[in-house]
């Protein structure tokens, strides 16, 4: 499937100063990760977020938790950025400001160049103590899952369903969305909030919205330009048209 990159985009996209993008699962599907809520592939058609991303999930069966997140780390050490990522690590170069905030926890935008990434829902290289919430990197990996020195349960450094974003992320998000000229959503489903709120931020703040996906979301009809296509084909389709103005 071929997708047009309307000139009208290239332009405003052109002549922006600051830029705010928001990417989620999609961007990193074109690695091999999949994402939470496509139909047939999706984790969440195959794994229950309440029993494997939630407190009580955790508290529950912490052994069944520690070692799918484990399992998901190793998956994911062994993927490469896409052509995707690396088109939003040159975009980045293009202007005065750029703010790439993502839901992934990942690191794949980080490995392609990108240098000014906010991360809202954590990143699964980190673990944190489950009760005192600060990160430790010295622990035993023999135990399943280790323990921090206090004793409580260690854990991945991600935000689980019910629990509070990061409040510097958050802000720095919010900020970037409300104060920049192009907005541009790729690869999410525009259905978990706080995110999901962002591009509707930028919208309200007056930005030109571009959605990217190779479905329809919630966002859709509210955007300005709705790109049908995969992040990995179009994101390097927009940087070409915009190298050529
Ligand atoms: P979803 O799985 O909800 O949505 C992924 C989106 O990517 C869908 O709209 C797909 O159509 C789209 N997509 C698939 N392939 C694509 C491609 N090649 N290029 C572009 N888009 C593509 O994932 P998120 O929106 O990221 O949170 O989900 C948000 C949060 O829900 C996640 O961060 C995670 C999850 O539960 C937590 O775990 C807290």
């Known amino acids: 499937m071929s997708v047009a990159i309307p000139q009208e985009l290239v332009e405003r996209l052109a002549a922006a100063r600051r830029v705010a993008v928001l990417t989620g699962a999609g961007i990193s599907a074109e690695s091999g990760i999949p994402t939470f809520r496509d139909a047939l592939t999706g984790l969440w058609a195959r794994y229950d977020p309440?029993?494997?991303?939630?407190?009580?999930?955790?508290?529950?069966?912490?052994k069944l938790?520690?070692?799918w997140y484990a399992a998901r780390r190793a998956s994911i050490a062994g993927v490469q950025p896409n052509p995707g990522h690396t088109a939003l690590a040159e975009l980045e170069k293009r202007f005065e400001k750029f703010t790439l905030v993502?839901?992934?926890?990942?690191?794949l935008h980080q490995r392609a160049g990108s240098r000014e990434v906010v991360e809202l829902h954590g990143n699964i290289a980190r673990v944190k103590c489950s009760l005192e919430q600060i990160v430790v990197n010295d622990f035993s990996r023999d135990e399943s899952p280790p323990r921090c020195h206090c004793g409580a349960y260690l854990r991945p450094d991600v935000v689980w369903f019910?629990?509070?974003?990061?409040?510097?992320?958050?802000?720095?998000?919010?900020?970037?969305a409300e104060h920049c000229d192009v907005f541009l959503s790729i690869g999410t489903s525009a259905q978990v909030y706080p995110a999901a709120e962002l591009p509707l931020r930028a919208l309200s703040a007056g930005a030109t919205v571009v959605e990217i996906n190779p479905e329809r979301t919630a966002l859709s009809r509210h955007a300005h330009f709705a790109l049908q296509g995969a992040a990995g084909i179009v994101l390097p389709l927009l940087l070409n048209k915009l190298r050529q103005l």
Request: hydrophobic share 40%; aromatic share 6%; proline share 8%.
């Open 162 to 176: 019910g629990e509070m974003l990061p409040a510097d992320a958050l802000a720095r998000a919010e900020d970037a």
């Open 102 to 107: 993502t839901q992934n926890i990942d690191s």
């Open 65 to 67: 938790v520690w070692e």
């Open 50 to 62: 309440q029993e494997l991303a939630t407190p009580e999930g955790f508290a529950r069966n912490p």
